[in-house]
């Protein structure tokens, strides 16, 4: 067993290829603790490198690398114990694998890639990054996922650095990034496919629901057919011309952590290097097919106010005109009893009809309701409201423009949503606290039952109860003198399954 104060340059070369240039066998341990000094491959002499590998690392045994670095240019697998509080850099002109077990209690501390730009590393397993851990770009390198999850479970903005600007063919993630996430905190997300490279995201949460986690992929196939004819602010005058869409410029999959909650967040798409498009004056992002805005055409687009997770597009193209000019269109919620479509429209000529339509997935439509013409006028406004909504259903309207010719057009989408009255958290004090008893201000509509989980930054929950609450306000206490300092999700479920949350910062006394 090799221990403290130890330094090793490995260069090793075998005949037989199925050997490992470094082999910790079943039962043995390779501890590495306190190095100095020592060389970096690509001269880089800000590290402190404790193990040089010119080749594969097979571990069928312990490896502990404790706070200081090894360098690899070959596979690694992982078939016994790895412990590491410290770096894993990868470095080289040839693709290079991990194999074995990355996650959980054999996860990484801080990996970096320090290979020759455009190379792979290829994930053949499950690979996570601890809670205190970063993922670094340095000199180059993809990691290019092969179906599996690459999880970074640090919440802190930067623990990812260094990835490339967008179009680029380096530095990005080929595959399902899944990050931890807090909210109020922009987070980056340099995905992206072997086609289109480097295609970032960005999220922005305002309200997680309980959510801890958010994946994010690219692909560069479109999400359904390409939608046209779509209204759209071309100059921020609310609409006076729509555009056609002739080309899309892929997918980005973005999914929260399966925890049923209210989310509200914002997501922008941030493709780079798409060249093919032939002179776009405006694009448009689409979520599941469904318009959610339009703008001129930058490469970067962002949407507010998103409640749900789904397939999100963009696509580009020119514009075209209406056969009247349409100043707004909303839906709104009126006091959790109906919902009440209005728009307004100016130089309206040759307008026959409205007919308004209604989905609850933004897909499927079906006619709810007609609204006539009031004739040839040079403003005018009209009104439909919607007596048949259900409560707690995200529905989506649009209206279909049709003339006497019998052409027709439609509209962008809008949304609103009926609420039940349920729980909500007043306040949560003393937040930031220190461990002993925290104080929640529960106010209720009515009495009912609710269950309270706490959860830790990990995802993982640390405390559940029952309470009963009795209309108007309630308040509860935590005992939390036994918590560690950091991060912790408050959530509350009603007897209607719905969900309210709420962050608590816990710091040391």
């Given amino acids: 067993m090799l221990s403290k104060y130890l330094l090793l340059i490995i260069s090793l070369a075998y005949l037989t290829t199925a050997q490992a240039q470094l082999y910790i066998e079943t039962g043995g341990d390779l501890n590495i603790r306190n190095a100095v000094g020592g060389l970096l491959r690509d001269g880089d002499t800000n590290h402190d490198v404790a193990l040089f590998i010119d080749g594969d690392i097979l571990n069928e045994g312990t490896l502990d690398n404790d706070a200081t670095e090894i360098q690899f240019s070959g596979d690694f697998t992982n078939n016994g114990t790895f412990i590491t509080s410290g770096d894993e850099v990868l470095f080289g002109g040839v693709d290079q694998a991990l194999n074995g077990a990355f996650a959980g209690s054999d996860d990484f501390r801080n990996l970096i890639l320090n290979k020759t730009p455009g190379t792979y590393v290829d994930l053949n397993t499950k690979v996570e990054i601890d809670a205190s851990g970063v993922l670094e770009f340095g000199q180059g390198g993809i990691i290019r996922n092969n179906g599996n999850l690459f999880y970074l479970k640090n919440f ?256 962008h989408t809008v949304t609103a949503k009926l609420r039940k009255e349920g729980v909500s958290i007043s306040s949560v004090f003393p937040n930031p606290g220190v461990p002993g008893l925290a104080n929640i201000e529960l106010g209720s509509k009515r009495e009912t039952s609710i269950s309270l989980s706490v959860y830790d930054a990990l995802g993982r929950e640390l405390h559940e109860e029952m309470y009963s609450l009795t209309r108007g306000l309630n308040e509860l206490t935590l005992d939390t003198r036994t918590w560690a300092s950091g991060l912790y999700r408050i959530v509350v479920r009603d007897a209607d399954d719905s969900l309210v949350s709420e962050n608590l910062l816990i710091m040391e006394p």
Avoid at 277 to 296: N, R
Avoid at 387 to 404: G, K, S, V
């Fill in 156 to 411: 802190l903005v930067n623990s990812i650095s260094g990835q490339s600007t967008p179009g680029t063919n380096d530095k990005y993630i080929e595959g399902t990034l899944r990050r931890n996430v807090i909210a109020g905190a922009k987070y980056s997300f340099p995905v992206g496919d072997n086609t289109h490279f480097h295609q970032a995201a960005e999220l922005l949460f305002t309200n997680l629901g309980g959510a801890t986690s958010a994946d994010v992929s690219y692909t560069n196939a479109g999400f359904g057919a390409i939608s046209d004819n779509l209204v759209c602010d071309v100059d921020g005058d609310l609409l006076d011309d729509t555009i056609f869409y002739d080309e899309q410029l892929g997918t980005w999959k973005i999914l929260a952590d399966g925890v049923n909650g209210t989310y509200d967040y914002q997501v922008t798409l941030m493709p780079g290097g798409l060249n093919k498009f032939t002179a776009p004056t405006h694009d448009a992002m689409l979520k599941d097919g469904v318009h959610l805005h339009c703008s001129s055409f930058t490469g970067n687009t962002t949407a507010s106010g998103l409640t749900d997770f789904s397939n999100f597009t963009m696509q580009a193209g020119s514009i075209i005109h209406l056969p009247v000019d349409l100043v707004s269109f909303k839906a709104s919620n009126v006091e959790n009893s109906y919902i009440a479509l209005d728009w307004e429209v100016v130089d309206e000529v040759n307008v026959r009809s409205y007919i308004v339509e209604r989905s609850e997935d933004g897909v499927l439509f079906r006619q709810i309701g007609q609204v006539h013409s009031e004739g040839d006028n040079s403003s005018i406004a009209y009104n439909f409201d919607d007596l048949t909504a259900q409560p707690n259903i995200n529905y989506y309207y649009r209206l279909w423009i049709l003339e006497h010719d019998g052409s027709y057009r439609k509209t």
